[in-house]
């Protein structure tokens, strides 16, 4: 009989190279007795050096920090040792994720928390929290065999997260009034100014989160991600390790947390180890949505509710909580993961390149139904290495091309199969990371040609539309009519392209077209504008908008009357900033949609 060697290590081969400085190590043990290993680098003098992990059942995990080079392991478990050799080489990549500590204007950094003279560590929290964050991205994707690739993060001299300490502009009195969309906004434009450079996503944890026992809510509380922010309160923070050799513990931390005196967090355990949990996972996954993940339907996806279960990846069990009174062993499928609908969108993400390379900008990518409907094609000037789609916000079903294909042909049949919808998005990211969304490609045809006023009045006053009379109605009319047709690929009319010499921000545009009937008719008009939207046909108002917002393929529909003969279409466009243009299609009086030919002739 084979005996069992007394430590085993299932995760790692002695003489490998990761990219990132803290592995968690996970294995066997000969004797399934033992609750806990140790582990010492013998390469390093930093207080990391001997770390204690997690044994459970003849299993263990254990988390380690590595300096630059080759570090020399040694992993101790009743009595016995087994060496072990890592090399850390850092990241090359220059895109890196930082991390930002927020105070409002007095400059207080203290967080609430029910821990009798709280040490106030947040610049502590925050460097193990990220650490944390980054190992479990490496270690899930090699997992799944995507290779231990995770995003790189700032460091200083010491292997400290750099922690950036930012004054907002205003009392927290004002961040507690608006709504989560106006303050996500307003920290981006604050840290867009204040580090104004392209490489980096911002994870930022506001200081002034305060709970109100008296009224039971939370204040200056969010978990909101997108663009290069992810914007988190401090509520829980108090439950974060403040060590690299404290996080296993964390989130064995059986202490009640009494939800009537402070937040939290925790769906319903109502323990520090359960708001630890929940609240580390909830800013992976705010940050993914910065790296353009959207939530799936796997229920373990840390872009799902697997937040909850990010502890299990370096526990074995679940504490007694609040929720169930005893302690819960877990399968491994039961623990927080990256699917592969999830991976496989990371790894080509710019953030996930281990070393730095030169990443094109001007990139196109384009994905349409082909002639017989059957098939959706994919199109891009770079390999494309993920296509995902989505049905209301959720992946549902992916492929991955062939390495080096810039064209995909994927069955319609397949994707209505997988989504169990006709209504979809399609999601394409290329292999240096660009990221193109498609709405809507089984609708249409979309009108796409069109001819564009010179008239181009400014709009500073967004809270109303600009002032319009009939006289100046028919003035506009007639300079779109002079004007050429513009024909448009994209199904969106991209009115900066069409309008170049117009002011970029505050300004509104106007587009129309003729369109002939052979006789009366109703027919509706879909639309979804960046921003606010006024449609006019032969004269008449027949939908109007008003509100910052970014276009979507029919976000609205209205109803208008075609006479006999020539009618003028005649769609106002207001531009705050950013993003201006118009999605807009028709359906005839029978609900089907108008051919594409007699879109293009103009013809109903």
């Not at 084979?2 to 592995?23: C, D, F, L, M």
């Not at 997108?226 to 964390?250: C, H, I, K, M, Y």
């Not at 491994?332 to 990371?346: G, K, M, R």
Request: proline content about 5%; aromatic content about 10%; glycine content about 8%.
């Amino acid at each position: 009989a084979t005996t069992q060697p007394a430590i085993q290590v299932s995760n790692y081969k002695s003489g490998e190279t990761i990219r990132y400085p803290v592995p968690l190590i996970r294995g066997e043990l000969a004797d399934r007795s033992l609750t806990s290993v140790s582990i010492v680098n013998t390469s390093s003098k930093r207080e990391t050096r001997e770390m204690t992990g997690l044994a459970y059942k003849g299993r263990f995990k254990v988390l380690s920090e590595l300096i630059p080079g080759v570090n020399k392991l040694i992993i101790r478990a009743g009595g016995r040792e087994l060496p072990l050799e890592i090399t850390y080489r850092p990241q090359t990549n220059p895109y890196f994720v930082r991390c930002v500590y927020l105070t409002d204007n007095t400059g207080e950094t203290k967080y609430q928390s029910p821990i009798e003279n709280d040490p106030q560590d947040y610049a502590a929290k925050l460097d193990t929290a990220m650490k944390v964050l980054q190992t479990f991205t490496a270690e899930r994707n090699h997992d799944l065999g995507f290779g231990r690739c995770t995003f790189n993060l700032e460091l200083d001299d010491q292997g400290k997260v750099k922690v950036h300490l930012f004054k907002e502009p205003r009392p927290a009195k004002h961040y507690y009034e608006i709504n989560d969309g106006q303050w996500w906004g307003e920290v981006a434009g604050e840290l867009g100014r204040a580090f104004p450079m392209k490489y980096a996503k911002n994870v930022a944890i506001a200081s002034y989160t305060r709970f109100d026992p008296a009224t039971q809510k939370v204040r200056g509380h969010t978990a909101l991600g997108g663009g290069e922010l992810g914007l988190f309160g401090s509520g829980n923070l108090f439950t974060w390790p403040s060590r690299l050799q404290d996080v296993q513990a964390a989130f064995m931390d059986t202490r009640p947390i009494d939800p009537k005196k402070i937040f939290s967090d925790s769906v319903g355990r109502d323990t520090f180890w359960g708001a630890a949990s929940t609240t580390i996972g909830a800013t992976l996954h705010e940050l993914c949505h910065t790296f353009g993940l959207p939530h799936t339907r796997e229920p373990m996806d840390i872009m799902t509710r697997g937040i909850d279960q990010f502890n299990r990846a370096f526990t074995f069990v679940d504490p007694p909580n609040a929720a169930n009174k005893e302690a819960i062993e877990f399968r491994d499928t039961e623990v927080a993961c990256f699917p592969p609908i999830s991976a496989a969108a990371l790894v080509p993400c710019r953030w996930f390149a281990l070393d730095k390379r030169k990443y094109p900008d001007d990139g196109k990518i384009a994905a349409k139904l082909d002639d017989t409907g059957e098939n959706i094609v994919v199109q891009s000037d770079a390999s494309v290495a993920f296509v995902g789609f989505g049905v209301k916000g959720d992946a549902a079903y992916h492929t991955i091309p062939a390495k080096g294909d810039r064209q995909v042909v994927i069955p319609l049949a397949d994707v209505r199969k997988h989504t169990k919808s006709d209504n979809f998005d399609v999601r394409v990211v290329d292999e240096y990371g660009q990221i193109a969304v498609f709405d809507g490609l089984t609708k249409g045809p979309f009108v796409q040609s069109w001819q564009f006023a010179s008239i181009t009045p400014a709009w500073q006053d967004h809270s109303s539309l600009v002032a319009v009379d009939d006289q100046k109605l028919k003035e506009i009319a007639a300079s779109a009519a002079s004007a050429p047709m513009i024909p448009f690929e994209d199904r969106f009319i991209d009115f900066h392209k069409a309008l170049p010499k117009a002011e970029p921000d505050n300004v509104v545009g106007y587009a129309s077209r003729t369109i002939k009937s052979d006789g009366s008719r109703i027919v509706t008009i879909f639309t979804g504008s960046d921003d606010s939207l006024r449609v006019w046909m032969n004269g008449k108002l027949v939908t109007q908008v008003q509100g910052m917002r970014a276009a979507a393929i029919d976000a609205e529909c209205s109803r208008a009357m075609l006479e006999a003969g020539e009618n003028t279409l005649l769609v106002e466009v207001s531009q705050g900033n950013g993003g201006w243009g118009l999605y807009l299609r028709i359906e005839d009086d029978k609900g089907k949609l108008v051919p594409s030919q007699r879109l293009a002739s103009g013809e109903l």
